[in-house]
């Protein structure tokens, strides 16, 4: 790649200009828009696994619809997400059989269990929220097919926030052992929820090329501070506490202060070591196990098709 070719480049990408599947691109930003697309793709996918777990335990029939809308929405933005990645020549049984091995990343939060009704709340309220704070930015993405498909994905992460947002206020303005479950909960999502945004910028080995391309359109603190600054007052308005002693509103910044991360258990769960990393490379393998007819009669029709055309 010359240096001619690569300045040409960036000055399409900083002119706003968006660069779509033929144009020609550097093999660095093909690679990292493969990766994270990628993995975002996957984070969806294994994303259904701790919510489809409630949706026979729904406890009304209103909220096992929601439920059941919200994880099949989630299905639908893996699968247009893995098609944005083949746009960059990569096939979807490669990236499925990443996801399979284990050699894949895939967000560290769905390696934590949903263990009661009230997480299915938090879940949609903290992780959905957090996903959109990420997700809007990338709605600017340089790569025209991922920032498209953000936009669609956005509007149904806002669903999917407030339907949780509704599950916690519904049980904050229940009985007190609702409001207790809901404010345990809290305590359990907040700081896995606050992880999704990645590792400190200091430790963010790909920020700064993402940002120069305009991948990314914002460091990883930044959008997590954005979150906690929208989060508190959500939080304050349920009537619920986030975990965390040292949260406290900075007045000179315009932005709260908060505790470390503790990033031993990040990269614990990133490297595979999480509650239910191996639960969900598992769940996976067996939903692929069990697929595998769909797959071969869609491909024997499709050749039955083309043998009747051809004849
Ligand atoms: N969980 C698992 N892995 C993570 C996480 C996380 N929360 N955060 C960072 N990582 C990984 C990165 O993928 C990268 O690994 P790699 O080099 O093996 O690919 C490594 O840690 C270093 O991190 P960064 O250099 O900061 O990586 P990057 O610039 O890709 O930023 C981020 C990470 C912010 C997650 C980015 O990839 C992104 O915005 N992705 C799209 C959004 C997304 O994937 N959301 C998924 C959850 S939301 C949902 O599914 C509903």
Redesign the pocket.
Known sequence: ETEEFLEAFQKRVDAEQKIEPNDPMPEGYRR?LV???S??AH??IV?MLPEGNWITRAPTLRRKAALLAKVQD?GG?GLYLYSAAETLGVSREELTDQLLTGAA??????NYPALTWADIGAIGWL??G??IM??I??CRCSYGPYSRAMIRICKE?SFHQRQGYEILLTLCRGTDAQKKMAQEAVNRIWWPAL?????HDS?????DQ?MHWKI?RFS?DN?RDKFVNATVPQAEYLGLTVPDPNLKWNEEKQGYDYSDIDWDE?WR??KGDGICNRDRIKARQKAHREGAWVREAALAFAEKRAGAADA
């Open positions: 990292t990766r994270q697309i993995q975002h984070s969806e994303g989630e933005h990343k895939y967000s560290s939060i769905f992780v959905d957090a996903a990420n997700q930015a990338l992460e992880m999704m945004f990645g590792p430790a963010s080995t790909h920020s993402s990314k990883n959008l990040f769960v990133v």
